[in-house]
């Protein structure tokens, strides 16, 4: 069985993201960036997969700029057993990335494609599900737990009322949320060994996909800023000022 | 221009996330249908057509919609949104999961969480947690937008009357099966609808310890919340969650106990209309957005709350 995972490489969620000067949007010069945290749980979730026997390769996949190598080497240091860039220096929205992931999901016919459920740079939390219907395959959303048996899989998945099960044919999607796996460190020996695994690069233009994007950012803006609190002193105070002050018990 | 606002409902009523939806739906302007989609519904059809401002009420009650499964709840949005220019969700795990798939079916993008509504094209999101806000034009023809409930009122309940019409269901995709729910069992209110929310951080040290919080929410009829370090703790389930990767909520009144403020837990409650913080670590980046900071140490702080009310 083969997996292929999506990681995107972002902002790194300990880092204040900042609006640039002129609203066109987040200033990213020299910020510390790293693979999205929800990746890191579906990179794990492979490599464990593997490591129990269940699969035999896993392939990890960015679409992006070069820097994105970066990523990549990460999931490879982590475990993975090649990776795929397909280069872009353009920000492309999750229907375009869905429709470069069919591409690579159509070369390497995977058994399984895990992603995280949401980048936690734009929030959009779309492209596992795009991709499974562009491909005609289930999909398993926010996933806590997955078993992988019988050419299904059962999978456990976060929803607002509580934990969802449900079961689904495989090839599937699956997107991960952060309870599925706690992710392992790379050790440097694995650091220094991913270095020489293989790395496939190609241009987003060689796949004559269509990913024009269908929105225009018209300007980024900070939030706004909430009025400076109060320290209080003591219960008794913080009583009276939400009594009398805030009005809210 | 005219509207779908798919419903989420447990068969008998509403989510009260739904009526939010309807109040974006009517900003952005035009005819609203509201689309209730499951397997024996018709209850919650009925009180989907007394929300005031819906013009007709879709229903589809078939069992392929036993769990409102992704791939058969995508099939149904795409066989009606030919007839609408926008197409709206709540921003829920109910939303978030069936309307990328839509979208994609359709070839179209989708505008994830909007928080205001400039035009019947233009929005503004929240990306980064929050941290910043996006104000995007789509030139898609037909838009299908989540919604961030917390941003917008709730429609009334009552005062409308529509017609409700059966909708034909495609075939059950046969791609995935509803195997169960395991729902959190809470006598309290959900956190989503709860005017006031306690919610504890790792600071409470256990989850016995949370029971402090219960005894005032129990007084004060609010919902108990967690940041996600007590949840990964095992502290509370995750269902307790507040923040950008559990529930964004803004209640009137947000009480965080033991909660240092890490950016992604602040993206899941600082909208609330007021926010106290007790937190012993002064320097807890919680009171730069608290209303009413007490440094002290919870474990006196929080009796002493509980014998005030």
Known sequence: MKVLVGVKRVLDPQVKARVKADKSGIDLTNAKMTMNPFDENAVEEAIRLREAGTVEEVVALSIGAAKSEETLRNALALGADRAILVLTEDVLEPLAIAKVFKAIVEKESPDLVLVGKQAIDDDC???????????????????????????????????????????????AVVSVDLRLNEPRYASLPNVMKAKRKPLEKMDLADLGLDTANRMTTIEVMEPPARAAGVIVESVAELVEKLRNEAKVI | MSI?????????????????TVTAAQQIGGDID?????????????????????????????????????ENVANLVVSLAGNYTHVLTAATTFGKNFMPRAAALLDMSQISEISEVISADTFVRPVYAGNAMAKVQSSDSIKLITVRTTKFDAAAETGGSAAVEAVAVAADSGLSRFVGLAASESERVELTSASIVISGGRGMQNGENFHMLDSIADKLGAAVGASRAAVDAGFVPNDYQVGQTGKVIA????????????????AGMKDSKTIVAINKDSEAPIFQVADYGLVADLFEAVPELDKAL
């Open chain 1, 125 to 171: 939390n779309q492209t596992g599900q795009m991709l499974s219907a562009l491909l005609g395959w289930p999909q398993a959303t926010f996933a806590s737990k997955l078993e992988l048996a019988d050419g299904t899989a059962q999978v456990t998945r976060e929803v607002d009322s509580g934990l969802e099960t449900i079961n689904v044919n495989m090839p």
């Open chain 2, 4 to 20: 779908l606002v798919i419903a989420e409902h447990d068969n008998a009523s509403l989510v009260g996330a739904t009526l939010n």
């Open chain 2, 34 to 70: 509201l689309l209730i989609a499951g397997n024996g519904c018709a209850a919650a059809a009925q009180a989907a057509a007394q929300v005031a401002g819906v013009n007709r009420v879709l229903l589809a009650d078939d069992a392929s919609l036993e769990g409102q499964l992704a």
């Open chain 2, 251 to 266: 209640p009137d009144l947000y009480i965080a106990v033991g909660i240092s403020g890490a950016i992604q837990h602040l």
